[in-house]
């Protein structure tokens, strides 16, 4: 039995980690009689007993405007849509993702005075540098919360976009959709659908639509936050060491599509299906993680997709970060990718192995290339996936 679910699992890494869709269980499930066909509702709906929350609320454009049915900018001006304004410490591009905070990370690096590390709503949404400084990488979010857990789909974002403001002027740009994972108590990307040739985010960049969709595998979820990190009448400069950024985010309504009501045996098959999806998903956003930090030499967000367990052959945790911070110091540029990543979960953990293309600039101008395989082992005994130790050949 153990086996058949390894298989099972390596077939869903490759869903989700190569862009390929060769799991016939999940592809079936969505044309055959699954949440593409009929019955599908908005469950983002104020009336349908949803609730919104804010990064930040604004009473001349409240946050109760996302869910009330209302997709048209025309009455923007009389207070329809949501505003929000963002002035600060900002990394664009910056750590976004599963465990960005969590209490052991806190805890260790010390935070600034006021910012709450246990607060699951920013989790992943501020980088926290050596030194106890906080960094926002998101300009805001919203986080839909269903009155239970429901299964979902889709979703349809749309932002302002009318004569007077037209969405390439004053739109979002740049956003992401998550959902809240119970069984690690962490948010995980959707897994997007129909994604253009060359695409390997989930994510969604440079909008110039009013209208933006996300089509996702079906997942069950008790609520989702849409992370906005960038929009058209964005500026940023540099202020000393840090960039300062000075943004506006206008949303006028959030849809999520699913089921209200679905039969037991959907409901199972389709949970079934979605936990075993959620575990890779996960680990594959572990990695990537460590990848996104490597690439900006960011040794902060690359150690905090790292254990404190972390051992190999002698070196330990603290050992690799001092070693990280001496290696990446060496070069101007980074630019490390990954293939044919496949994940396999055992009893004790899970590995991710994957080959590699690495190309270097040394501080003093000379290139480098590299090549070769990846090893990634990892462990969730402290209730997150974490790397427990990377082998390379």
């Known amino acids: 039995m153990r086996n058949l679910k390894l298989m099972y699992v390596f077939a869903l890494a490759l869903v989700f980690l190569t862009g ?7 592809v079936e499930f969505i044309k055959e009689g699954g949440l593409e066909t009929g019955g599908l509702v ?40 949501w505003e929000t304004s ?23 690096r010390g935070f600034d005075e006021g910012f709450d590390p246990g607060d699951a709503a920013w989790r992943g949404l501020r980088m ?21 857990r429901k299964m979902v789909n ?71 936050r849409l992370i906005v990190r960038w929009t058209n009448d964005s500026e940023q400069r540099r202020r000393g060491y840090y960039m300062h950024t000075r943004g506006v985010v206008r949303l006028v309504e959030i849809e999520l599509y699913g089921y209200e009501e679905k039969k037991d045996d959907e409901r199972e098959t389709a949970i079934a299906v979605t936990q075993d999806a959620n575990e890779i998903a996960e680990i594959g956003i572990v990695v990537d993680n460590y990848v996104d930090g490597y690439n900006k030499r960011n040794v902060d967000a690359l150690m905090s997709s790292v254990s404190q367990d972390y051992s190999k052959d002698g070196e ?15 070069y101007e540029r980074v630019q490390l990718g990954l293939q044919n990543i496949k994940i396999a979960i055992t009893d004790k953990g899970a590995t991710a192995t994957c080959t ?13 290339s590299a090549s070769g395989t990846l090893n990634f082992q990892l462990s969730r005994t402290t209730g997150y996936w974490k790397i427990t130790r990377i082998d390379s050949q």
Request: hydrophobic residues 35%.
């Open 128 to 148: 926290q540098t050596m030194g106890g400084r906080s960094i926002n990488t998101a300009l805001g979010w919203v986080i839909v919360e269903f009155p239970e």
């Open 20 to 26: 390929c869709i060769g799991n016939k269980s999940v």
């Open 42 to 81: 908005n469950l983002a709906l104020a009336s349908n007993g949803t609730r919104i929350t804010v990064s930040q609320d604004n009473p001349d454009h409240p946050a109760s405007t996302l869910n009330n049915g209302i997709t048209s900018s025309e009455n923007w001006n009389q207070g329809e849509g």
């Open 316 to 330: 330990t945790y603290s050992k690799l970060w001092k070693r990280m911070e001496s290696v990446l110091a060496q």
């Open 154 to 224: 889709r979703a349809v974002i749309h932002t302002i976009d009318s004569e007077e403001y037209p969405a390439e002027e004053f739109g979002v740009r740049d956003i992401s959709l998550q959902y809240w994972n119970d069984t690690v108590d962490a948010w995980a990307a959707v897994e997007r659908m129909g994604k253009s040739k060359g695409q390997t985010t989930n994510a969604i960049h440079g909008n110039q639509s009013g209208v933006v969709t996300f089509r996702f595998q079906p997942l069950e979820t008790s609520r989702m």
């Open 356 to 368: 590699y293309a690495a190309n270097y600039r040394t501080n003093a101008g000379e290139s480098i």
């Open 86 to 108: 963002f002035q600060g410490r900002f990394a664009r591009g910056g750590y976004l993702g599963y465990g960005a905070e969590d209490p052991e990370l806190a805890e260790e």
